[in-house]
């Protein structure tokens, strides 16, 4: 995990003075470049980041203050400005498809509006004492209220409009693919493992019969989208009023996602906490793709997004999930298997014809989902401890030979994350 750290530090005077001078030249040079880079375009040639940073030994020959700076914080300057041609870049991409925004070339820096410096990798160092030592700058007293884990990557002084200073410094590892055999560590620890079912009443059910429901604003803003489609249909093509209305289907549109995506965050936070062996039924990607009604594909990339996202979680908190065969999970009877061939839509409770168990619907179908997957983990497990007796070796990773040649009764269930059978 790649985390960034905000520290507020308390250079003393003349420390100050080095860092409002340091912030001056970058945003000098800055400026310099930006203009550079212009005249260029004008003359249909072409300045990039690297000829900059090539130029910049020639800067320091002619403006001896930049040789008080450390290198790598000037080299970071043509960086920073190809981040603002980017994003410059990306909002004409965005404006051409109908977001009511300005476009905003990269602009010349004022004093105000340049208000940090970085250290792209080294130069700087974090003391015992909790300050922090930059290269050209000193020892700076620094609050250190929280500890940096792992990697140090990169240290940025910025200034605040009130004038205080802070340090961000970014840290962190990146999150390693664990080994094969971990993924059963939780055959050590409570299993816990709760099975989810998609349903037409209730967003989602699982196997305990908590039922999850669906929002009331997803409804409202499937219906605004709704109308913002008739409405633009209406219209002319091309006209006025056509791209009118495709700006407002555009925006109801964005709503309507960042909607569902705050929410399956929040979901899928729940159903971490919920279990350790979280399993899904396998989503029919090529039947969402044919999908032309606009609400329903959102509803189902939603779930896409919900079973990424709990998968991504689940990883860094040592849980699993799996995804399993959707075939029957509805009609089969989670007591006894026996299959119900005349269960209708309708039905909300499932009526056993040959146990006698009686249950919602929804309930029987996440209970076996959930036995699917449990049974998946356990033959996945026991297939490669027979044939590899390598579970519980803790070395090394399976190799993709050994991987492919599971069986094939276990391939067709498809893992969104761990185990990688
Ligand atoms: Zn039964």
Known sequence: MIRAYKFRI???KEQIQNLESTLNACRELYNAMLQQRIYAYRMGRKVTRYSQVNEIPEVKKAFPEFNNIHSQVIQEVPV????????????????????????????????????????????????????????KIGEIRMFMHRPVDGRIRTLTFKRNSAGEWYAIIIAGNPSKKKPVEDHFSILNEDMNPVGYDVGLKSLITDS????????????????????????????????????????????????????????????????VDNGNLIVFEALNIQGMVRNHHLAKSIADASWYDIIRKTTYRAESAGKVVLQVDPGN??????????????????????????????????EN?????????????????????????????????????????????????VETGSPRL
């Not at 476009?103 to 970085?118: E, H, L, Q, V």
């Not at 305990?208 to 409405?231: D, I």
């Not at 089969?332 to 919602?360: F, P, V």
């Open 329 to 362: 999970t509805s009609k089969m009877c989670s007591k006894c298997g026996n299959i119900k061939k005349d269960l209708k839509l309708s039905d909300r409770i499932y009526k056993c014809n040959a146990c006698e168990l009686t249950i919602d619907r929804d």
């Open 365 to 413: 179908a996440a209970i076996n989902i959930k036995n699917r997957g449990l049974l998946l983990f356990l033959y996945a497990y026991v297939y490669l401890q027979k044939h590899f007796k390598k579970v519980g070796r803790v070395t090394s990773e399976f190799t993709p030979e050994e991987i492919g040649a599971l069986p094939a009764r276990a391939t067709p269930v």
């Open 208 to 271: 305990n019969g908590e039922h999850t429901e669906e929002p009331q604003y997803f409804r409202k803003s499937e219906k605004s989208l709704a109308k913002a489609n008739r409405n633009l249909s209406r219209k002319k093509k091309y006209s006025k009023n056509w791209f009118k209305a495709n700006r407002r289907l555009s925006r109801v549109y964005r709503k309507t996602v960042r909607q569902r995506d705050d929410y399956s965050n929040k979901l899928s936070r729940d159903i």
């Open 80 to 135: 920073r400005l190809d981040k603002a041609y980017d994003n410059f870049f990306e909002r004409v991409d965005k404006k051409y498809n109908g977001k009511n925004i300005k476009a905003g070339f990269p602009r010349f820096k004022s004093r105000k509006r340049y208000n940090s410096i970085t250290y792209p990798q080294s130069g700087f160092k974090l003391l015992e004492n909790g300050h922090i030592l930059a290269s």
């Open 10 to 12: 308390y250079p003393d």
